[in-house]
């Protein structure tokens, strides 16, 4: 009997729609078919939506253009100049027999040594440095029975007019139980003379090295078969914040690069006729050295069709000297690079087919020559932490095309991830409406396919027969009028909704045609597309 | 005169067509069945339940109960019964009682009372809806498209309580009676839907949806049900008065003019006057009140909104990541205002005016109209009628009218046996007939031991 009235409670509570909390103990409930009609999601798709802001410029006219500025090779610093992690070992040993160290007296072979130590850079020749980041570490182990005091300078790494120096207490020892120490001290900041101890040489670092006993040690101290001391420093991740000398004449060939175009990437079919192009390379030498760069080749790559179009201009090919960046600041830079711009054009070159070939992949190859003449800076060659060597491309695109049939296709992650209570598998039958309010001046047809985990084709959404979004129409000016309105059904029943359930990727395929045909139309900042996807489905209830 | 016979003769007709039957309440959870005027002591068990709509039908109960699938022609016999506001109701009580004459009264002779206890358990629930309600819960907003649903003013409510009530009954005269009794009452669960106001607008194509809502939701603690739940305790008070009425005490009937009296007489028009005799009762049940403790939880909103779809940023990133945060922001404008204190219910009070008449050859019939306030309950009557067989049988019948529903067929039958007196019926003999065609079911047993 009670549960005979849960069941009429429960059926009472369904019907108030509002009984949320239901006070009802579970048993199964009835079930039956609603036809709801609701919407579901909307969105707005401006021009911005479909390509990066940061790659959009607004025109005085509101009409766009789309600017691909972009460095597309770069040859930084540590290509050119590495100091690599040195250690500098210096050790006293007593082989035999036995004496005595007075406190303040150094220690045989360790009192008052300078080192030289030379890095080899090949072509490199650096005089001068400033260190960026970077340490210098000491390990240190004595048997020396008493304690010892280490002092150690480098007097070529300057900081405040100050050298590098330090002193430092070792412990007293033993052979069976040597005292040990490590110390480590921060470079960063210090300007570094590699000239050597005469002032004439080129990546040496001079240091000097003392080790006494401590002056405050209480008696003499026994030094007999076998103690030793041993001190190592090491000058470790060195980077370089300034470096000047000679960087040596070399040759650096770069074999072909691919970058990718993103604008154009999901663009697999069709044809398009821009109204203008204009690219421009750039070419930026900001090392203080002379360079010689030869651009090999430069390629359009569009990896759906298969199509390759070499760019044809008269700099392919040719020898570009670029001078050496000055030292003269520059906003944002130490230094002022050396610049040299190639001018490409639909006169010059084949841009337009090389653009309409819609690359989703650039390809480019250089041979540089670093220092072609030689030493012709007298050792004056120079470079900063950023400098570097660079070719940019800058591509200004106007959004003013004719369309046809051009296809865009883009792959989504899809997340229609069943829902905790399983809802989405009580739809029965019906549609999924997507309103489209078109304010573009391009017919389009819409597509989406589905994939699941293996990139198997699952299912397709929309029947070939209403796929179609009618264009907005255009005035005299060929500007959009009006928005126009498309519908565009999804049906769905038990078999889709469970595809749709399952799919984790979704291609959408879109087909663009301008509507007049073959006419160029301006896109401005103000069209958009409207999209509201409404759900006109049976729907079963289950009051459990 | 002639009318009089005419009015009798329908009677009888009624009688024989519906049967005849004693009882005179709704309930039976009336103070007059607790006891019997000629046994010092009865023992009884009660159980009822009555389901009732003036919209649903037995046989959309029948498939809630079994769990099934609603078809659409069962939706659709219900939609033919809709009007702009419908109702529904059920009751649910069982019990036992114990009476006992007593002889003495504050310690002063008293003939003719007793005193009864009675432990319940009691449960009703009831609602009224709008017809757009139903057919968006049942059919869906589509129907809708272009157009307004106006689900509000809609509600339901549910009680669930235990009682034990104490009370005296007094016979004097006649059919003379009058009761009373105090019960208190252990309260179990308590809810409360109110949709003051809910327009449902679906634009023609569904692009949007606006609802302007109001409702409140007000419930007793939800920690735990059952009968060792006390969520809030009360007081009720049951009531009657009943007096010797007889209706046909005035008729009489001419005598045959061919009877060899006849021509002995005054006139052809000679009048004896009827057996009938009866009372005149007037009832009140259930008059009290449940304080619910403070964890009773209240919930409101009053709101406007209007619901175009979720709006995604990028349509080429869909993912549950991106859901979220709207669903999120979904459920922040439709977070109710909480609140969470004692609250006080009134219990859905019974007024029942009923008058009785019997013949000396075992005719019975009974007229009566019940209100119940606090429950949407609209105005009750009844006509009964029964006939008793051999003094220890008794079959009756019922059309009722009003209440929960609309009209109705009851049937009831009664055994007087080796000092048990059970009683079976129910309210709804049509429903079980004619299940698609009417909202009435119940069922209703009594079984009382004489001592």
Redo the contacts between chains.
Sequence with gaps: ?KI??N???????????????A?R?G?????????????????T?GIE?LIPDSLIQTNPDSSLTIVFDNTIFRLSLDTLVTLPDTTVKERFDLPFGSFYLQPGQGIPTLNNITNETKYNLKTVELVEAKIRSGFVSFEIASSIGEMTVVNFTMPGFIKQSVPFSVSTQVAAGSISNPATAYLKYNLTGYNVDLRGAQGIDFNTILANLSVIIDVAAPDSVLVSTGDYFEIKYNLEDIITDYAKGYFGQYNISMNQQIDTMDFFKNITSGFFDMESITMQLSIENGFGMDAQIVIDTLNSINSSTGTNVLLNHAFIGTSINLTRASQIPSPGYRFTYSKYDLNVSSSNSNVAEFIENLPDLLGHSYDITINPWGNNSNGNDFLYYESDFKVNLNLELPVSFSANALTIE?T??????PSENGAESNINGGFL?L?VDNGFPYEAYVQIYLYDNNYNFTDSLISNQGNKVTAAPVDIWLRVTNKVLSRIDIPLNQNKVDNILAAKEAL?KVRFSTIPGNQILKIYTDYEID??????F??RIN?N | MEINRIVIRYCYILMAFFFVAESSAQSLFTLGDYYNDSSKMTMGIL?E?D?NSTA?TNE??Y??????????ET?DRVNKRLSEFNK?G?D?N?GMFFSQRIDSLFGKERKGFHYFIKIANR?H?N?V?TED??K????????F?GDTAK?GS???N?LRYQQIEVGIINSFKGSGKYGIGLSFIKGE?F?N?L?SR?NLY?SQ?????DLDLK?S?T?SD?SY?GYDAMHGWGMSVDLFYQMSYNIFQSVTVDEDPSHPSASSGSGSGQENETDWTGYLRIEVSDLGFIRWNDKTVQEKIDTMYQ??????????????SIFDPIVDSLKQIYQPKYSQKAYTTVLPTLFHLSVYQENSSGFYISLGTVFRIFANYSPFIYLKAGHTLKEKFRLGGSLEFGGYGKINLGFQAQADVGGFKIGLGTHSLDGFIFPKRTGRNSVYLSVAKRF
């Excluded at chain 1, 069941?7 to 909390?21: A, E, R």
């Excluded at chain 2, 968006?136 to 129907?143: D, E, I």
């Excluded at chain 2, 194509?205 to 949806?209: L, M, N, P, R, T």
Aim: charged share 15%; proline share 2%.
């Design positions: 009997m005979l009235i069941k009429l409670l429960l059926l009472f509570l369904i019907l108030s729609m509002l009984s949320l909390n006070c103990k048993n199964n409930g009835p079930s039956w078919d609603v036809d709801v009609l609701a919407p579901i999601l909307k969105t798709l939506n883009d989504v992650l899809f997340a229609a991830s409406r309103y959408i999209l509201k996807l409404v759900g006109d049976t729907y009051g | 159980a339940y389901v649903f959309l109960y498939k809630a109960l079994n769990g099934s699938f609603i078809e659409t939706k529904a059920l649910l069982y449960e629930a609602m809806f309600l139903f968006v819960a049942m059919y869906g907003n589509a129907q498209a689900m809609s509600e339901f549910l669960q809810y839907s949709i809910a679906t194509s569904g692009d949007h949806v409702y939701i419930q939800t049900h619901f175009d779809g979720l709006e995604i940023q990028n349509i080429l990133q869909l993912s549950d």
